[in-house]
């Protein structure tokens, strides 16, 4: 059958070859006008001393109408060139040359979101990963880097702003249509090429650089926001202080600029000088905004200003280098965020994040190196591995050569790459040079996939207490075998107090071993009965195993001085307890007896740090309990969750009562520990209502009634509509009717239905895409429901409807955006863990999806159902 989309080709990093011309510089008009888009692009070409010899080159381009190409001012005939599948190719090519084309594109058709596209009336790019392509004719690879000189023409009223990378150097009007040319004085490849055409209000500042030159910075969105660029404005002061402070980076350009924009497909993008960002990674406001939001804002506003140096001034060679660029600036950002609010927290959170969504991705079909070895669209591969577990790879470095040194590599990094596109090698050259250090093994966690299990037993034989650890790394799709990797372990050894006990002689209370083979073996000199600490800050992302008793997780929980394995102790304790219900063993009142003088003891400190008590009072997820049982059983696992919860919420019930009522504030805070005390009485109203306390729907009513910020009104919102209590569906009407403009909000509100535990929530959400404010073409909006429902409502998901209802969803966003598509379809990479009959359905409906999938959904797909 005849489908619309290309074959699907698979490039593999072993082919790396560079390019046989580059692009010194490129001169592009852009001509708006409504329907249609005319680019002219000069491209000035040399050939590439470092590639092997030739006289053809070749560009890509897609989507393009092309009107004229001319080489060195000579017309080029049809016989003159080929131009076949998105690819361009010219021969017989001097040494250097100018290639002139002009194109026309759409960008009022792009849903797909790369490109050229709309979004409420502005015109505006993402070139990140092969974006650029849509625009005009170029090698689109990040190994070319070129000076760009952009000029956008449009229509003044509509669009009188007009932007591109670096700074305005020429502008005229005429005819009620003006032009505006930018240059940017700083070689890039196109993928962080950014064009905006718009009508955008913006909150102006000024940032004064170490070395005393001053930057105007520039936040525009559509002037109904501009009162929510506050927050950002100030986390864009906070970052560039910090990068000068910590990694001694400073600012580049006179100008740098981010345009907030409703339609994207990711969070944020860092293309040089002129950051395009998706609305909710920008805007914030008390009112509209979460106290989680706010902290999204203020971490993604960092990492893509960090990129101005890891990524846009040192970049990829080729995009399986990507984590050189994403892991770095992730664990910059992680930084950053731990020195701006509580470090503990932040790490606590990170490591949460990474163990609840990396770890399971690295388990299952989609699992891929850091660096990957072959893919066959690149947008699929800005995955979780790329990122968070490329961010704890350099995590494990900077613990290596400690702080010091790995400032001395940094430095080293970018003096001797700027301007360069290198590899993940070229990084760890720089560590390895600067400490002296054999990095040889180290190197195996970029080529090698999957997560290691770290198994740990402890003998104890007199005044000798040894400590065993085997890892093993299970085979991952194309990599059957595995070799030991470089494992650093933090540890302690905490007495019956809790206290640290001496390692050696000399008194060491903490110490890291470095694991590098299968299995080993350590001793220390320790009479007594100890509890070990063990992984502490989460030093490595592997999945540790170590038959703790319950006495020694209590231990842990209530004195180590590490919030890692204070979390993780809890986390073990809920788990135990969860598994035992999940096989028929166990009762949930006795579990939360059990469980309850544990807690009790949190929740009399929380005073110390409410947001870190939250975290630790915080149950697993029903999808990482099923991730523990095989064959999935989903409504077993939500009852399993929903018992224990109800059982710790009436044995605990006076205690969440009181936090409930005693955290409200008066008065609006957004610190830290405001934000700590909204999160745990949210929680401890959550555990009232599951425990059926006759109060609950009160206080949560009268929270929604009168909040001070949207975390308040949201918390409340989600407690009535999570526990289905009186007064939740009017709740729910009255919050659509306050917010119906603010789409942020809106897509909250689709969420926290989406969400709702509970098979029945399956006939929510299909009236929910059904919804006039339901809208295909907004990713936020499609991912407030079928994100929620497919990563977070597994009971309500795996029903013979709820996969009816997702693969439709997911045909219906394909036809539209690709990109978007084939992220939601990773939420079916479960499929193998489902008993038979369930798996025999989702695998029928996905399979008759994939047949008319574009490359970008197929890719997934045939991940996921391969056997
Ligand atoms: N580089 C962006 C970041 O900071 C990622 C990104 C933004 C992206 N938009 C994209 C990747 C679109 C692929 C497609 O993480
Ligand atoms: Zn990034």
């Not at 506003?301 to 660029?325: I, P």
């Not at 600067?434 to 007199?462: H, K």
């Not at 009407?733 to 306050?738: I, L, N, P, W, Y």
């Amino acid at each position: 059958m005849e489908t619309a989309h290309a074959a699907v080709t698979t490039t593999r990093l072993k082919d790396y070859l560079p390019p046989a011309y580059l692009v010194d510089s490129v001169t592009l008009d852009v001509d708006i006008h409504d329907g249609v888009t005319t680019v002219t692009s000069e491209l000035a070409l040399r050939r590439n001393p470092d590639a092997v010899i030739s006289d053809s080159m070749m560009f890509n381009g897609e989507g393009l109408t092309l009107r004229s190409l001319a080489l060195d001012g000579k017309v080029l005939e049809e016989a003159d060139y080929h131009y076949e599948n998105g690819e361009l190719t010219l021969s017989r090519l001097p040494e250097q040359a100018t290639l002139v084309s002009v194109v026309d594109i759409e960008p009022e058709k792009n849903t797909a979101l790369e490109g050229l596209y709309m979004s409420n009336g502005m015109y505006c790019t993402q070139c990140e990963a092969q974006g650029f392509r849509h625009i005009t004719f170029f090698p689109d690879r990040p190994d070319v880097l070129s000076r760009f000189r952009t000029t956008v023409r449009a229509d003044k009223k509509k669009y009188p702003l007009l932007l591109s990378n670096g700074n305005p150097v020429e502008q005229g009007e005429e005819d009620g249509r003006h032009w505006v040319t930018w240059e940017d004085p700083f070689p890039k490849p196109c993928y962080l090429f950014a064009l905006v055409a718009g009508d955008l209000a913006c909150l102006e500042d000024t940032f004064t650089t170490v070395s005393g030159r001053e930057v105007a910075l520039r936040l525009y969105a559509e002037h109904r926001d501009l009162d929510k660029l506050d927050h950002a404005m100030e986390s864009l002061k906070h970052a560039m202080r910090w990068d000068e402070e910590t990694y001694g980076r400073e600012y580049d350009l006179d100008i740098y600029m981010i345009v907030a924009v409703s339609h994207f497909n990711m969070g944020a993008m860092e293309n040089k000088g002129l950051n395009i960002f998706n609305t909710s990674c920008v805007l914030a406001h008390p009112a509209t905004t979460t106290d989680a939001g706010f902290q999204r804002v203020e971490s993604v506003v960092a990492h893509e200003y960090f990129h101005n140096w890891s990524g846009n001034r040192v970049t990829c060679r080729d995009w399986f280098q990507l984590s050189l660029k994403e892991g770095f600036t992730v664990f910059r950002d992680q930084m950053f965020s731990a020195d701006m609010n509580s470090a503990a927290v932040q790490r606590v959170g990170d490591v949460d994040f990474l163990v609840n969504h990396q770890f399971p991705e690295d388990q299952g079909p989609m699992a891929h190196p850091v660096r990957p070895s072959e893919y066959q669209k690149i947008d699929n591969f800005y995955t979780l591995t790329i990122y968070e577990k490329g961010a704890e790879i350099v995590r494990m470095q900077y613990h290596l050569l400690g702080a010091e040194q790995f400032r001395k590599a940094t430095d080293l990094y970018f003096e001797r790459f700027d301007g360069q596109a290198v590899t993940c090698d070229d990084f760890v050259d720089c560590m390895a040079e600067v400490s002296g250090m054999d990095m040889a093994q180290f190197r195996r966690w970029y080529s090698q996939a999957g997560t290691p299990i770290l198994s740990v037993e402890a003998e104890q034989e007199g005044d000798d207490y040894s400590l065993t650890f085997r890892q093993h790394t299970p085979p991952t799709p194309g990599q059957a075998d595995k070799e030991p990797l470089v494992i650093p372990v933090r540890l302690a050894l905490l007495d019956k107090n809790g206290a640290p006990v001496a390692l050696d002689q000399d008194g060491l209370r903490e110490t890291v071993l470095i694991l590098d083979q299968q299995a080993q073996s350590f001793h220390f000199p320790v009479s007594e009965s100890v509890t070990p600490s063990l992984l502490r800050g989460f030093s490595a992302p592997v999945v540790l195993e170590f038959d703790y008793r319950p006495d020694q997780l209590a231990t842990l929980l209530a004195h180590d001085t590490d919030g890692y394995c204070r979390w993780s102790a809890a986390q073990r304790l809920y788990f135990a307890a969860l598994d035992r219900l999940v096989r028929g063993q166990g009762n949930a009142d006795e579990e939360a007896v059990r469980l309850a003088p544990v807690l009790e003891q949190v929740i009399d400190r929380a005073g110390e740090d409410p947001a870190q008590a939250a975290l630790l009072l915080t149950l697993p997820t029903e999808v990482a309990l099923g991730d523990r049982h095989s064959p999935l059983d989903p409504s077993g696992i939500h009852m399993a969750h929903q018992n224990l919860k109800q059982a710790l919420g009436k044995v605990l019930q006076s205690q969440w009562l009181s936090l409930s009522e005693n955290l409200l504030a008066t008065e609006l805070q957004m610190d830290g520990v405001a934000m700590g005390r909204r999160q745990l009485r949210n929680l401890a109203l959550d555990y009232l209502a599951a425990g059926g306390h006759h109060e609950a729907a009160r206080i949560a009513v009268e929270l929604f009634e009168l909040p001070l910020c949207m975390s308040e009104e949201l918390g409340a919102l989600r407690v009535l509509v999570h526990h289905r209590l009186p007064g939740a569906e009017q709740a729910l009407q009255q919050f659509a009717r306050k917010w119906k403009d603010e789409a942020l909000v809106m897509d909250q509100w689709f969420s926290v239905q989406a969400s709702a535990p509970g098979e029945m929530t399956i006939d929510t959400v299909e009236r929910l895409l059904a919804h006039p404010a339901f809208d295909w073409k907004v990713p936020n909006r499609v991912r407030a429901v079928l994100g929620a429902l497919a990563g977070s409502n597994p009971s309500a998901f795996n029903t013979d409807k709820g996969y009816k209802v997702f693969t439709s969803a997911l045909a219906t966003v394909d036809e539209l955006n690709p990109q978007i598509a084939a992220r939601i379809a990773n939420a079916a990479a479960r499929l193998h863990r489902l008993e038979p009959s369930r798996q025999q359905v989702f695998r029928g409906l996905l399979k008759s999806v994939s047949e008319k999938a574009s490359p970008n959904l197929r890719e997934v797909l045939a991940r996921i159902l391969a056997e």
